[in-house]
DNA sequence: GAGTACTTACTCGGATAGACGCTGTCCGAGTTACACAGG
DNA sequence: CCTGTGTAACTCGGACAGCGTCTATCCGAGTAAGTACTC
C-alpha cells in the first residue's frame, strides 16, 4: 500500500504556487519543468486539484494555475484526497457473514470491530495530515533552504508566472 | 491507496487462531472454509503471517496454524505489517533535487520537509495500530457476538482443530 | 506384540494467468491573449 | 486610431499502451500422523 507519485507532485506543485504572488498563474509546462518530471501526467494531478476546487485554472497563454484559497486554509490531507480520493484505506468485506454457523435470520448490527480499529487507525492518518497547512510547511521550508537558493527559485518561478 | 483484501483476512484468521485452546492448530482448509474465502490464496496470508513469526505452523494431518505469542502480545500493527510490509506509505524521490535553480555543489541536509510531515502521518496511523492487541478486540467482539453464535463458532472451530 | 512400510493430510514454495490500477504518452477540442492587417 | 482576424499558448478531457501489483489457481516437494502389514 504506497501513495501515488502524484501525491508528491501534487504536494511541491502546491507548495511553488502558495509561493505566488496574489493573482498571478503558473503553467504546468513550467510546473513540470521544476520538478523534472513528465508535463502531461503532472497534468493529471494538478486536474485533480482542480477538480477538488483547491487551485483555480485559467486557459489561453498566460495561463495555468493558482491556489483557490490562502496557504493558510489548504492542508496536506485537502492535496491528499483530492489526488488519491476520500476512501478509506481499508475495506471491509464482512467475511464474517460467511461464518457457516450463523443463522439466516440474525442481522449484524454496526460494521466489524475490526473494520472499526482500521478505520480509527485511518482517521488518525488524516487527523494529522488536517493538521498541517502548506502556510506551516513554508515557514518550515524558509528556515531550512539557503536563501540564495530560495531567492534564485521564486525569481525563475516569476519569470513564467502569467 | 487501499490494503490488500488479505489482511482482512489476515486479521479474521488471527481472531479465530487467537480464540483456540493453548496448543492446538488449525488448518487452512478450515480457516477458508470458515471464511468462505479461497484456501489457496488465504494460504499465501499465511504464510505471511508465518514468516512474520506471528504463527508458527506444523505439517502433517491435523496440522495447521496456531498464534506463537499470547493474543494480548499480538497488535493489529504486527499482522497489518506482516502482510502489507513494513515500508512506509509515503515515498520520496527527492524531485526537489530536480530544482533548475539548484547548484550542483548544493547537498541536501536530511530528509525533504513534505516526506517528513507525510511520515509523521504514516506513524500516527502504525501507532493508532499498534495500541490495539488482539486480545482487545476479542474482549470487543464477545460483547458484541449473540452468545449462541459465539458458543456454536467456536464447537465449529474445535471440531476441526487438531 | 514390535517394528516397518504405506497412505493420508497438511504446509510450503514456485509457476502461472487474468484483472486492475498506476505510469506515461499522444492528440484533439475549446479558450484566451497577443500580434497583425485593414479600414 | 479602432476593429476584426489569425495565431500561439495554454487547459482540459479522452484514448491508449506498458508495466507492476493484486487476486486467484494449480501443482509438486517435503513432512508428520495414523494405519496396515510383516515378522
Redesign the pocket.
Given at each position: 500500500?504506497i501513495l501515488?507519485?502524484?501525491v508528491e507532485w501534487a504536494l511541491h506543485c502546491c507548495t511553488i504556487l502558495a509561493g505566488l504572488p496574489n493573482g498571478r498563474y503558473?503553467?504546468?509546462?513550467?510546473l513540470a519543468e521544476f520538478h523534472g518530471?513528465?508535463k502531461?501526467?503532472l497534468?493529471?494531478a494538478?486536474?485533480s486539484l482542480?477538480?477538488a476546487k483547491l487551485v483555480d485554472?485559467?486557459?489561453?497563454?498566460?495561463?495555468?494555475?493558482r491556489l483557490s484559497r490562502p496557504a493558510a486554509e489548504i492542508s496536506f490531507l485537502d492535496v491528499v484526497e483530492a489526488v488519491?480520493g476520500k476512501e478509506r484505506t481499508f475495506v471491509c468485506n464482512n467475511i464474517r457473514t460467511n461464518n457457516p454457523c450463523r443463522p439466516k435470520s440474525y442481522c449484524e448490527a454496526g460494521p466489524c470491530a475490526i473494520a472499526r480499529i482500521m478505520w480509527e487507525a485511518d482517521e488518525a492518518w488524516r487527523a494529522s495530515l488536517r493538521s498541517v497547512t502548506l502556510a506551516a510547511l513554508i515557514q518550515t521550508l524558509e528556515k531550512e533552504i539557503p536563501v540564495t537558493l530560495w531567492q534564485s527559485s521564486s525569481e525563475w518561478v516569476l519569470n513564467r508566472a502569467?
Open positions: 500500500m501515488k507519485s502524484q503558473l503553467s504546468t509546462k513550467a518530471v513528465p502531461e501526467y497534468s493529471k494538478l486536474q482542480s477538480q485554472s485559467t486557459l489561453g497563454p498566460s495561463g495555468g494555475y488519491e502569467g
